[in-house]
């Protein structure tokens, strides 16, 4: 699929080519390598930045009225929000102040509710991570084994089941399988909890986050095993493959170290491709089983053009995206060497 | 949507001879029965989707008294909170379901296939444009960007497809690209070039039907994806109206009733994910052809 070919799937080979002509003179190609990705990660974040601030100049409607809410609309609040936000000046000075505010932590009032963004968004992102890290454990222990497997049994029928369920993962929106296993779980069989985020309890909590987790894992791990099967078939056919074989090697260790070394890039790559279903997921998950985390508050915001709450959620998620990116571009010259010498070996 | 058929037909006059060995001798998969399975679903489908509203008139007639219902006499399904038959209001639904992603399958095909073709065969800035555009692209949630753009901006079922279309095109630029770098040197794009055709001629009369094939796969897993995303987005309550027939407003609006019927989300769930799993089989069946082609050929 051509989904699985993600934006940082190119970054390490073409970035780290050309590095052995100045850089040398430095005595840190990587060092070189890593201050790119760094200076790439740092101008993909102020282009979305510039995007996610436009979008309260773009919003329909009077600015100030938009800031204000349903507060009364009175000549007074509104200058006081014009002078609060600097919307009399130019729109790169009003940008230049957004972000020098949103980068010390203030990132503006909730329309909605008067308070701080960064308290809303510090409320509720404790349950979103721990639904995103649950959801995101359990695809990692059920992809890559099963895609594994499925490379393993190549066109015989497990490959096929394996590959339909992932397909099958893939199609089923994060809301229909959600609905679905607290159909089954919470309604039929009455074990689990079928909505909200419990009474506080660490065990209570654990056991209304199950179904969502499991409906949040189910979307991740058709991409996840779709990944898998691709790297290590790929691996499975490469000649240090079958020269260990051929050299006598158990084939159990050939496994481990030539065919899931190997294959242990590509999936890593796909690292951002991974976390942007995750996070997608989230935001339907928590909409399904009325979990009140920040992909909820973001739903909500959007409804009632809180702007400034969706501001921030949106950037945040998208700081995240970005980060885990720059982190695999960081970390692919630990996993494969060949990357450290330039590939020249 | 016959396209895992057609990329056997078309293909003739660029590849020249095919070796006469046992390799070349392979033929392209017939669609078989998980493909033919998938292939009446489809049908299925957009069958509902273009009868639907002709076979179901009444659909949003209301029955106030009556209510929720489960299954019984006159309503095979039961009936939701407003007394409106499940199955037809699902029938009817179809139609939003399938106009969206195809309007985007086709849109992000049209953009992002222009896109390929440029980059591809003019190399150098333009490409070079194109590739940081598609990274930035897909490095970002498709669905968020969209709940937020469409939120906070308004416009609707319009401006989702708009905005999905434009997110969904990088994987076929990306894709046309590479397959435009893979032919720009062969022999009958040089012997066009040496004849002095235009370079639009070249580009969609010689490349391009080169490359159709694998791009009408990826538009498969491209509507396959855009259907998920706007079912998504309506039951998020983005973009189709309140009260339309429509799978994910359905789903959003019954989930309430789940104790007292049940199918009134499970039907629409399991459309939702039977119609995205059968277009997603065809693409990745027509990816899967496309590719033992070109590796045995």
């Known amino acids: 699929m051509t989904t699985t070919s993600p934006a940082t799937g190119q970054s390490p080979q073409t970035s780290a080519a050309p590095s052995p002509g100045p850089a040398r003179r430095a005595g840190h190609p990587l060092a070189a390598y890593a201050a790119r990705r760094l200076a790439a990660a740092v101008a993909l974040l102020l282009v979305v930045s510039l995007a996610v601030f436009a979008l309260l100049a773009l919003a329909p409607g009077d600015l100030a009225r938009t800031l204000l809410g349903t507060r009364s609309a009175t000549p007074q609040a509104l200058a006081a929000v014009r002078s609060a936000h600097h919307l009399d000046d130019p729109f790169l000075v009003q940008y230049w102040h957004w972000l020098a505010a949103a980068l010390h932590g203030d990132l503006g009032v909730s329309v909605r509710t008067g308070a701080p963004v960064t308290q809303a968004v510090g409320d509720r992102i404790g349950l979103t991570l721990q639904l995103a890290l649950g959801g995101f454990v359990l695809a990692l222990l059920a992809g890559i084994p099963f895609g594994t497997l499925a490379a393993l049994r190549r066109g015989r029928a497990t490959d096929r089941i394996v590959q339909g369920l992932g397909v099958i993962g893939l199609s089923a929106p994060a809301f229909a399988s959600g609905l679905l296993l607290v159909h089954l779980f919470a309604l039929r069989a009455d074990w689990l909890p079928a909505f909200g985020a419990g009474d506080g309890g660490t065990l209570d909590r654990l056991r209304h986050l199950v179904l969502p987790c499991v409906a949040l894992a189910l979307s991740v791990t058709g991409l996840l095993l779709k990944l898998t099967r691709a790297a290590v078939l790929r691996e499975l056919d490469a000649d240090h493959t079958a020269f260990a074989l051929a050299r006598g090697v158990p084939p159990r260790e050939v496994l481990l170290r030539h065919v899931l070394r190997g294959a242990l890039l590509p999936i890593a790559t796909g690292a951002g491709l991974v976390l942007a279903y995750l996070v997608a997921g989230t935001v339907m998950v928590e909409a399904t089983f009325a979990l009140p985390g920040l992909g909820r508050l973001l739903v909500d915001s959007v409804t009632y053009k809180d702007v400034p709450v969706v501001q921030a959620v949106a950037l945040l998620a998208a700081s995240a995206v970005i980060t885990v990116n720059l982190v695999v571009d960081l970390l692919t010259p630990l996993i494969d060497p060949r990357i450290r010498t330039g590939g020249t070996r | ?297």
């Open chain 2, 1 to 297: 949507m016959t396209v895992p058929a057609e990329p056997a037909a078309d293909r003739g006059p660029a590849v020249p001879v095919r070796p006469a060995g046992a390799a070349g001798r392979r033929r392209l998969p017939r669609p078989g029965l998980l493909g033919g399975v998938c292939l009446a679903v489809v049908a299925v489908l957009f069958a509902a989707a273009a009868l639907g509203g002709l076979v179901f008139p009444h659909w949003a007639r209301q029955d106030l008294l009556l209510g929720v219902s489960g299954p019984g006499a006159g309503h095979p399904l039961g009936t939701d909170d407003l007394g409106r038959d499940i199955l037809q209001t699902a029938v009817v639904g179809t139609r939003s379901a399938l106009v969206g992603p195809t309007l985007i399958a086709v849109g992000s095909m049209a953009l992002g296939n222009l896109l390929g073709l440029w980059a591809g065969y003019r190399g150098g800035w333009a490409d070079a444009l194109v590739g940081r555009w598609a990274d930035l692209v897909l490095s970002l949630p498709a669905l968020l960007v969209t709940v937020v753009v469409v939120g906070v901006l308004g416009g609707g079922y319009p401006a989702a497809v708009l905005v999905l279309a434009v997110l969904s095109s990088p994987t076929d630029t990306r894709l046309v690209r590479s397959a435009v770098l893979a032919q720009r040197h062969l022999p009958y794009v040089e012997a066009a070039e040496a004849l002095g055709l235009s370079r639009r001629r070249i580009l969609f009369g010689h490349i391009w039907p080169n490359v159709l094939p694998q791009a009408l796969a990826n538009a498969l897993v491209n509507f396959s994806f855009a259907l998920v995303a706007l079912s998504s987005l309506s039951f998020l309550g983005i973009g189709v109206p309140p009260g339309a027939a429509d799978w994910g407003r359905m789903l959003s609006e019954n989930q309430t009733l789940m104790y007292d019927n049940p199918a009134a989300t499970l039907l629409p769930a399991l459309l939702v994910v039977t119609a995205a799993t059968a277009v997603n089989l065809l693409g990745d069946r027509a990816q899967d052809a496309l590719d033992l082609r070109a590796r045995t050929r």
